[in-house]
């Protein structure tokens, strides 16, 4: 079964967030919500970080529960097939800014797996340094980004492993699309066992 | 401002819900979530009502923090221009099957003001002893529905103050529908604010 590791902050966009995680458990594959923390918060962070995560306050008021806390060891590209990244303003930035996560999003692209921006989570592509591609996101961060990337305004962009999309309104083909090359993922999966099973 | 309470329990569907709240509050409504307990919940209910609610556990696993309890007392029409039921089997049948929200439909609809059902949860229209009117919901309860209304498989069925919906799918057209109607409302009370500022 494949695996997808959402991240997620204060100021997500909830849409974004709650589309990907839900139509991707509907296309089988198991997904981890992990919270990133503000650069803001105080120094207790690190000692509870194995506890319980707060919850992350949306960008439209709605609260959610993460799973677990982001940790850099335990998000590392063996352990997932896809790295998700959300918009929302506040969000975007909190977790784009975070060095370990510019450091997975190398590592991710560096080891074949699927990384997913949407809306202002595309920015994680500029601060990451991602070399030039396809790229899209919110219009509000193309400035940002149209130097660059190959800035596009199609809802779904796929360069390689990097998917980008545009907005909560692209947020079902953006889902769409992971679920689709995640399948593609698990279908190699279900044909080497059946390859195995034959020839055991 | 016009307001929505959004209804949630274990089990609603994360997508309807969200996408709902969210659009809402884009579109200048007041939005107010409540957490509606399932009856097998334990006796300790009556005493925890003022309390802080539990998270509901969505459809696919994403764990949403309610903004307050349901309470009957304070979800009268008077307080709210639209009350809706998001759909997720589950949570749509605790939420469906309480006899005060059954009893709130009724008095929504009596006092002229919005409900939107989507998906499973236009089974509270049945449970609700609504009459016979077109409507829509998730094809699975739909043989449930169409022998006591005009059963419709259009995306959003509108029938006089009554606004359902199929799924996650069409939660988008659903919520901007809710948006658009409220809006009406919004413009008629800015209108009348701006009439009584001529006035005096």
């Known amino acids: 079964m494949p695996k997808a590791l959402i991240l997620i902050a204060d100021g997500t966009e909830e849409m974004e967030f709650t589309i990907t995680y839900d139509t991707l458990v509907r296309g089988g594959v198991s997904c981890v919500s992990a919270y990133v923390s503000a650069p803001s918060s105080d120094s207790t962070e690190q000692t509870t970080i194995y506890q319980n995560p707060p919850f992350a306050k949306g960008s439209r008021g709605i609260n959610i529960l993460p799973d677990t806390y982001f940790s850099p060891q335990t998000s590392t590209p063996d352990k997932y097939d896809l790295l998700v990244i959300p918009g929302g303003a506040k969000g975007a930035e909190t977790i784009s800014s975070s060095s370990p996560v510019q450091h997975l999003v190398r590592e991710y692209i560096k080891e074949g797996k699927f990384v997913g921006m949407i809306c202002a989570g595309s920015l994680a592509a500029l601060k990451s340094g991602l070399s030039k591609q396809p790229i899209t996101s919110h219009p509000s961060v193309k400035g940002q980004l149209e130097k660059a990337f190959a800035y596009s305004e199609d809802p779904v962009v796929v360069s390689g492993k990097l998917v980008t999309s545009r907005g909560p ?11 689709e090359y995640l399948c593609l993922i698990a279908l190699r999966y279900v044909n080497l066992c059946s390859r195995q099973t034959q020839m055991y």
């Open 169 to 179: 309104g692209t947020t079902f083909p953006f889902a769409l699309t992971l679920v």
